[in-house]
């Protein structure tokens, strides 16, 4: 029993009844794993069936100083689920139910262990759609795909779950009840929660959005003679404005696994990309046309277009069966999750390859093409200890390289417990600092899902960032702040008198980069939303911007334009200490620690003052969105507790 | 593959112990083949157990994970026995996680072979004895069946259940065939004697018993193009495998594949009315004789000469009839993906279109299939299986096993559905 007193078993049974509290061998012995290498013994397992218990045992566990972990189907391949301070499981894959579908309002309301692929059967029939699709969709939960951020092959165009999640209800690890939204407090702590990995609270229901489904889907293979000209091919697709509905990819060594497996008749190449498009017949029928071109010009050796369902089925075989065709060879697949930003995509595999050669790994790769994203699949057989070490150490030698390619160690696996010191090779000591206050706000007593994200020793690896020299004078007037500072900028609504010490952000008006071939743009903080949209226009580029007065900081910051959170993909922002931190970048996907884009998102200057934004471009002009009213934002019990934490002088306004 | 116990892993080199199981990959040993399981838990959302339960310790995974740790002695068989045989018992062996699964790992013939380590893998001793004695002395057995039921009638077994008797060690199970077996033996008509006979019918032990017509109708169905020859009483080896004693189901094996070989014509086609049956010769027969390569080709060639009753039925409406709308039950041991149960949806569907009905995969459970086997969590699969029936108004339900079928009759009854059950052949006019 563990940690677990007679006493506390007692009074869980009491809570959820006495079958549903185990604490036998055997259960503990098969709660201890997930898709990773980690395996870790709880103290006891409860299963939830009914969400309404949850707060009480929460606080239960709380009280009593009980770790816990909240685990449904446990497909993560990070090690997520593992209870490293033993403690209590808590399987919720019993909170499976669908509550609402709203097809006129276009959402769904679920509880937190409902399997993805059963929300997509259901909407079926009503000609809906849920976005995200993690290739464990057959298997992985909703709540689990919102606690990793988890995305699929689809990201490219519709974007991860955060972007899809409007609302959640969520019990702190202290046993409070919070319903977020994106813009009901202080920053967006609804997207703060997605990827948190469970650390920061134990999500229980869900409102997702879901949209109609296209009228058409076409799919079609095509081979390059190098990954190169694959990876060219889908970055002048985006600048031509077409945007896959998704784009896989596969090296040679895949698809010869994949061909010897299933025999789906792939042409043999260095690289093959299977498109799919969707839309209306009209629309599919032009970007078909483009797609041929550019292909073609990219040097493309077949181009073969499913003409049928069969045909398209016949495709996606190949594509499918890569990881079956692997797991075949040996016991374990040890399957990895690097991005980088789309242009360091060639260079950073052919890194990966001369390394894999090297040490004569088995291993395949495939990659989500549109998005940086890609998985090289390790073969090797667990029982053999001194192979795992070896695998780990290439696996960590690869996410080193994505990093220094300036990219992620996790676009949407998260970072668990297996890629935990790889953190502090990521992101500098300030920035994991900060998570650290997060973690350590909500959670004082390290309880929810404990020692996960945060490496333990960051203190000592995590490398020291200055902050660029023009920003010096803003660290030195918060350094030395002696009254509460309010952060501004051109046209910013909040009011503000004589008395009032600012902090404003004028200054910082220029636009840094457009990168035509990640398709991203970095602006400093105070640069008008309109002059950004003038200058991206005379490149004939768009960004998701309303059409508003003021600055792009205030924008974001100001909680005005929920809509733009997702198109977020990086910041650089100084806290009240006047630490310096940088998150995410030109990248298009990253699970690596708390997002800590959406903490800033609606934020109103509280937590830190934003310096600068990297955003995501397109080559066509995408939905205008429409600025909402200013409000103050207002604080809830979490957000209390975070600006407590991370500003404990009271320095922001 | 042999017997073995938990015992006789040498914890130090458990590779080398002794049991080995047949994957879709080759033969491996039992070790080497729960350790393939990678723990993606792509299986769950098929296993029947786990979307009862949504319990991690009835989930493929799960078992796979709890075989490992025996083997590898991270969990004591001994102190941890009631729990283990939960979680071994309950599985259905109806083989959907293998199918699902990307390295086809063969759960159900783990879960087997845990339940031979752990040493529930056997008949209930009386039955045991019934069936042996059913080899040695056919007649006397059919003497003895015929007692069983005239003790029925005179209320023998009643009385034996309500004095509490029946739940004796060794006689447990006979009040559960009590309540399955039909009440009387059918009449059959005498079997015609070929000196040269064109295919070779074995029949299940149920339905040459218990289900004359399926018998009957098999044999009907086969006749028009064959000249059968029936093996009554032919022991195939199939319960001793499943049970677990495996070296008498090799023996009985090798005695069936001799008398075939013995044949004046080679490779004669076999026959067979149970779809559990049709895949333990097909598939796991061979697996038997993996260190006898010699007897394993014959084996092979003899799984290449079994057939099901489907591949002798003639499709459309002319040839097919039965009560509208129609569903097939999937259940089997170890697989619902074989070849007889995806040809039979296929004749159900061009034979009766839209009025073959096709569950959803929640609603179609493997409920069915001989429920000495499979311990009693399929018993909670029964009520949606059943409620899913009564929504779609199902006229037929058609089984692919005459075991198959008397459960599903006891299941209607007691729930007091209208619906009719016929073993796949009988649909034949």
């Known amino acids: 029993m563990g940690q677990l007193s007679a006493q506390l078993i007692r009074k869980l049974q009491k809570i959820v009844g006495k079958e549903s509290v185990r604490t036998d061998e055997v259960s503990l012995a098969l709660y201890a794993y997930d898709c990773s290498l980690s395996r870790t013994r709880p103290d006891g397992v409860i299963l939830i069936k009914n969400a309404a218990a949850l707060p009480n045992i929460i606080s239960l566990l709380h009280a009593h100083r009980i770790p816990f972990v909240a685990r449904a ?91 899809h999640v409007l609302e959640a209800d969520v019990i702190l ?55 190169a000209n694959s990876i060219q091919t889908v970055t002048d697709l985006v600048a031509r404005g077409i945007l896959p509905r998704c784009v896989e990819a596969m090296d040679k060594t895949t698809v010869s696994a994949v061909e010897d497996f299933t025999h789906a008749g792939y042409p043999s190449a260095e690289a093959l990309l299977i498109f799919e498009l969707d839309g209306t017949a009209q629309q599919i029928a032009q970007d078909e046309q483009q797609l041929q071109t550019i292909c073609c010009q990219n040097g493309a050796l077949n181009f073969i277009a499913a003409q049928n369902e069969q045909e398209r089925a016949s495709l996606w075989r190949g594509r499918r069966a890569a990881y079956s065709a692997m797991a075949r060879l040996a016991p374990n697949v040890m399957v990895g999750d690097g991005t980088v930003p789309p242009k360091e995509l060639p260079l950073a595999l052919e890194k990966i390859h001369t390394i894999l050669m090297q040490e004569k790994i088995q291993a395949s790769l495939l990659f989500h093409a549109g998005d940086g994203n890609f998985h090289p699949q390790l073969v090797f057989d667990e029982r053999n200890k001194p192979d795992v070490v070896h695998i780990k150490k290439i696996l960590k030698r690869i996410l080193q390289i994505c990093v220094e390619h300036g990219g992620t160690v996790s676009g949407e696996h998260g970072i668990g417990v297996e890629k935990r010191a790889l953190m502090a090779y990521q992101y500098s000591l300030d920035t994991l600092s900060l998570m650290a206050k997060i973690k350590h706000a909500t959670d004082p007593l390290q309880l929810a899902n404990p020692l996960k994200i945060i490496p333990l020793d960051y203190t000592e690896k995590a490398r020291i960032e200055q902050p660029p020299q023009i920003l010096m004078p803003f660290v030195q007037k918060l350094q030395n702040a002696e009254k509460p500072l309010q952060i501004t900028g051109t046209n910013s609504r909040l009011k503000t008198d004589k008395t009032t010490c600012v902090l404003s952000a004028q200054t910082l008006n220029r636009i840094l980069e457009i990168d035509t071939n990640n398709y991203t743009v970095t602006v400093q903080a105070g640069v008008l939303v309109s002059d950004l949209r003038e200058t991206l226009k005379t490149h004939h580029l768009f960004c998701v911007l309303p059409n508003a007065k003021g600055t792009v900081g205030g924008l974001f910051a100001g909680g005005t334009a929920p809509e733009i959170y997702p198109h977020i993909l990086g910041l650089e922002a100084l ?76 320095i922001l306004l | ?50 979307l009862f339960s949504q319990d991690e310790t009835l989930s493929p995974r799960g078992r796979n994970q709890a075989a490992r740790l025996l083997v590898e002695q991270k969990l004591s068989p001994q102190k941890n026995k009631k729990e283990l045989l939960r979680l071994i018992n309950s599985c259905t062996i109806c083989g959907r996680c293998t199918q699902v699964c990307a390295g086809k790992i063969p759960t159900a013939k783990h879960v087997l072979e845990m339940r031979r380590l752990l040493g529930v893998r056997v008949l209930p001793s009386t039955l045991q004895k019934g069936l042996e004695l059913r080899f040695a002395y056919p007649h006397l057995f059919n003497c003895l069946v015929k007692f069983f039921l005239v003790l029925r009638l005179c209320g023998f077994i009643k009385l034996l259940r309500f004095s509490g008797l029946s739940y004796a060690t060794g006689f447990g199970w006979l009040g559960k065939a009590d309540t399955l077996l039909p009440p009387k033996i059918g009449k059959r008509e005498n079997i015609k004697i070929t000196t040269t006979p064109s295919l070779i019918y074995i029949p299940s032990l149920e339905t040459f018993y218990f ?25 195939t080896g199939r319960f001793e495998f499943v049970f677990g004693n495996v070296r008498k189901a090799r023996v009985q094996l090798k005695k069936l594949i001799t008398r075939h070989r013995n044949l004046p014509t080679k490779n004669l086609p076999v026959l067979t009315d149970s779809i559990d049956a049709y895949i333990f010769l097909k598939e796991a027969a061979p697996s038997l004789f993996e260190e006898y390569p010699n007897w394993q080709q014959k084996a092979e060639q003899f799984a290449a000469c079994v057939r099901f009753v489907t591949d002798f039925l003639p499709s459309g409406k002319e040839f097919i009839t039965a009560a509208k709308p129609v569903c097939l039950d999937k259940g089997a041991l170890f697989s619902h993906k074989s070849q007889p149960i995806q040809d039979a949806a296929q004749l159900l569907h061009s034979s009766f279109a839209e009025n073959f009905v096709q569950f959803t995969y929640d609603a179609d459970m493997p409920a069915f299939a001989y429920s000495f086997v499979k311990g009693n969590f399929s018993e909670q699969l029964i009520p949606p299986l059943l409620q899913t029936v009564k929504e779609n108004k199902i006229q037929t339900v058609v089984t692919l096993s005459g075991w198959n079928k008397m459960e599903w009759e006891r299941a209607l009854k007691k729930q007091k559905i209208n619906a009719k059950v016929l073993h796949i052949s009988e649909l034949n006019r």
């Open chain 1, 173 to 227: 690890p202290t046993g409070e009840t919070l319903t977020l939204t994106p813009d009901n407090t202080v920053g967006n702590l609804l997207g703060l929660l997605a990827g948190s990995e469970g650390t920061l609270g134990i999500v229980t229901r869900l409102k997702v959005k879901i949209l109609p489904k296209p009228s058409h889907i076409k799919t079609f293979l095509v081979t390059f003679p190098s990954l």
């Open chain 1, 575 to 650: 806290l009240p200490d006047g630490s310096f931190i940088r998150y995410g970048g030109k990248l298009m996907k990253n699970a690596a620690g708390y997002n800590l884009v959406r903490l800033f998102a609606g934020s109103q200057g509280q937590y830190g003052l934003v310096t600068q934004l990297t955003m995501r471009l397109f080559a066509s002009q995408p939905a205008e969105i429409k600025e909402k009213l200013f409000r103050r934002a207002a604080h809830n019990t979490w957000s209390e507790k975070l600006k407590k934490e991370i500003d404990p002088r009271g």
């Open chain 1, 73 to 163: 189907s446990a497909t993560n391949h990070a090690g997520s689920c593992a209870t490293l301070n033993g403690g209590v499981v808590l399987n919720l894959a019993p909170l499976n139910r669908i509550l609402e579908i709203n097809t006129k309002q276009e959402y769904a309301v679920v509880e937190s262990g409902v399997v993805t692929g059963k929300l997509q059967q259901a909407l079926d029939p009503f000609g809906f759609f849920y976005a995200p699709d993690p290739a464990s969709e057959k298997v992985c939960t909703l709540g689990g795909n919102f606690i990793q951020n988890a995305s699929g092959a689809r990201c490219m165009k519709y974007g991860n779950t955060a972007a």
């Open chain 2, 1 to 50: 593959m042999n017997d073995c116990s938990f015992r006789d892993i040498d914890v130090t080199h458990p590779k080398n112990h002794l049991t080995s199981v047949k994957t879709d990959f080759g033969v491996r040993s039992f070790y080497s083949s729960v350790s393939f399981c990678n723990r993606c838990g792509c299986c769950a959302q098929d296993c029947p157990t786990y």
């Open chain 2, 211 to 235: 289900q004359p017509s399926v018998f009957q109708k098999t044999l009907q169905t086969v006749s028009r193009s064959f000249q059968p020859s029936v093996w009554e009483n032919t022991p």
